[in-house]
């Protein structure tokens, strides 16, 4: 038999079949015989494949209008925050500062900042990563340090008459003060919580159980710089309110004078220049806490660090900006801002009123550089609304060179009058206009 003859015993029952491919074989000649034959193979494959071609297709149309659905579905939803975007980018940008920052800090801190508060957050640096006291994020230098009994010193904290008595209460986003912010949304009160170093705002406001933040919204979720983007109201430089308490991380304290040594950045200085001239703080009177371990608090020169920080200084004679025999602490510049309470995880110290160092109000416009302002809008729109109000130019600062970092701003902030300069301050000496 020919093999058409085998094709069309095959397709018996596809009668159409049989007499298309009858039809194609008895067109051909003998020359084009055996191209004939394959070509009605071929189409008797084919369709004798149909039916179950078709079947497939039909069984997968479901799937496919469910697969549209979904995909025009999410199209037409809302955008919502994208929390690990918003902690990716934020992560990478605080880990590329880090490293610039390390990169430029044995040569060049020294000559961009006060040298006795660069020398204490050295040591106090050293200490929490040699002991292990320090915690997640680590290391901790050019950090406000997360420190061991960081919770524990909250709850301290929040056993405070003037905290219970708060209703709105600022408190600095870093890890550290985590627990304290919790504890604040815990009492029913107001958080007041800058957005990481003004970067992108200025400030931001969370309150559970309210019809921004229901009930039900987990105050664990609200704690962190990601959680305070979701949640929190954005406000502007205008809005009237009134801050009670204001809550700082610190590097190191001296429980004698309040004065205290942050990272370096001075944002905690510049956040309350802005919130004294514009009236939502009233600096003679609102009440400066910080939270640390107890090695950070200076004590004299009994223990470490301050022992062998103590040693070193008289080996080396230092003598600047105030410092001597008796304190690494040197003078304060005229918008440092002290500290009136200090929580450690194991006792509560309050800096007495006779040695305690004057609090700066307002911002500082002769001590911030232009290079400064440059990275800040929103004190860029504070000179220009307040220049405006005056009818003036306010003055500027000094031009500095800021270290290299990726937004991360250093240095230079204000404190003092509007537009103005202020009394000078220093723990013991007169303030000299120096950066952070």
Known sequence: STPLDCCLSILDDHHRCLCALRLIYNSGTMMH??????LAAAAAAVIFMLPMISSAFTASLPRSRSRLSSRLADASSPPSFDEKAFETDRLAKDAQAMNEMSEVATQEFAKLRTPWKWRIRKAVWDYLEEKNIAQFPRPVHHRIPNFMGADEAAENLASLPEFQAANMVKVNPDTPQRRVRHLVLENDKTLLTPQPRLRTGFFQTLKHGTDAIPSHTPIESLTSSKGAAKYGTPITLYEKYTVDLVVVGSTAVCPKTGARVGKGEGFAELEWGILSQQGNLDASKVLVVTTVHDSQVFDGGVEEPWKSLMEQQEKDGV?????????????????DVPVDIIVTPTQIIRVPDETKLPKPSGVYWDLLSPQKLAQIRVLQELKKKTEENLGESLPSGPDEVLPPTASRNRKGRGGGGRGGRGRGRGGRGSGRGRSV
């Open 319 to 335: 003598d600047d900006d105030g410092t001597n025999s008796q304190t690494p602490f040197g003078s304060l510049t005229q918008h």
């Open 33 to 38: 015989h055996q191209l004939t034959v394959a």
